[in-house]
């Protein structure tokens, strides 16, 4: 004669049935291998002896791609907007501009790139861009290094990178 189930019984198939719901069973869908983004963000502390940038500052801003690591043959470049362009590697997004741009890197794909903000007077130099994906995250590639050097100085930038005055 088969068991009634009891309370307990079926709170136990209910918590097991709960939290295998959230579970992902199926395998995951495999994951675009592409660069990830640089993030350069500009700052905008202008307050008394503040090193940010005003907004015409930022706006003159204007992105240089070369190949190689010698800055000497350029392939192309982007100029910043307050209004959304296409292509564009800049976003004017709450008073603040943003920079995002593919980061290639490697011995194989050798790249530069030339950040100039002629209104401030500022040249920022970006190159030996290193990046290294660790495991899988929830079906999402991890990053476990990126970095690169900014004016001479390696920079860590898995969480992008303030530009100022100062450097």
Sequence with gaps: MP????????????LAASSLAGCNLRPCASANAGPPLLGLVFSTDTLGTGPGFRKAEALSAYL???RGADFSLPLDTLRASDRYRSPTAFYYVDRTLFCNFPATAGPSDPR????????AKKRYDLSDIVFEY??????TRTVARLDMLVNGQRVDARRGYTLTKLN
């Design 64 to 66: 240089v791609r070369y």
């Design 112 to 119: 530069s790139y030339r950040l100039e903000v002629p209104a």
């Design 3 to 14: 068991q009634p189930i009891t309370l307990f019984s079926a709170a136990l198939l209910g």
């Design 134 to 139: 660790g495991g899988v995250d929830n079906c």
